[in-house]
């Protein structure tokens, strides 16, 4: 059972910065694919990022493209979400997740394992 546990949410203006951490409990995520996903008071839960521990490769929405980046250290069994230029739009809860490659990497069902999420909250 791996567990996950995030932190670094909070409030700032819009135009400023945040950075997420995902601490995961084992190192079997070694063979993972991670990712972080929001959720917005009445919407669903929508994809953000995503990275393949193996490799590193990364893969983001159209709308944080540029703005987000997503990297780990293997050592720490630690991903992250840097957050710039955020927007009032970015308010969510963000949550970290783990699944086993394969499948859509933009889609929930994709991920075994959940986060209990942190809050995001960007004033105007």
């Known amino acids: 059972q791996v567990q996950l546990v995030e932190s670094g949410g909070g409030l700032v203006a819009a135009g400023g910065s945040l950075r997420l951490s995902c601490a995961a409990s084992?190192?079997?995520?070694?063979?993972?694919?991670m990712g972080w996903f929001r959720q917005a008071p009445g919407k669903e839960r929508e994809f953000a990022a995503a990275?393949?521990?193996?490799?590193?490769?990364?893969y983001y929405a159209d709308s944080v493209k540029d703005r987000f980046t997503i990297s780990r250290d293997r050592f720490k069994n630690t991903v992250y979400l840097q957050m710039n230029s955020l927007r009032p739009e970015d308010t969510a809860v963000y949550y970290c997740?783990?699944?086993?490659?394969?499948?859509?990497?933009?889609?929930?069902?994709?991920?075994?394992?959940w986060g209990q999420g942190t809050q995001v909250t960007v004033s105007s």
């Open positions: 997740a783990a699944g086993r490659l394969g499948g859509d990497y933009t889609h929930y069902a994709a991920y075994d394992y």
């Open positions: 990275i393949r521990w193996s490799g590193g490769s990364t």
């Open positions: 084992e190192r079997t995520v070694s063979s993972y694919r």
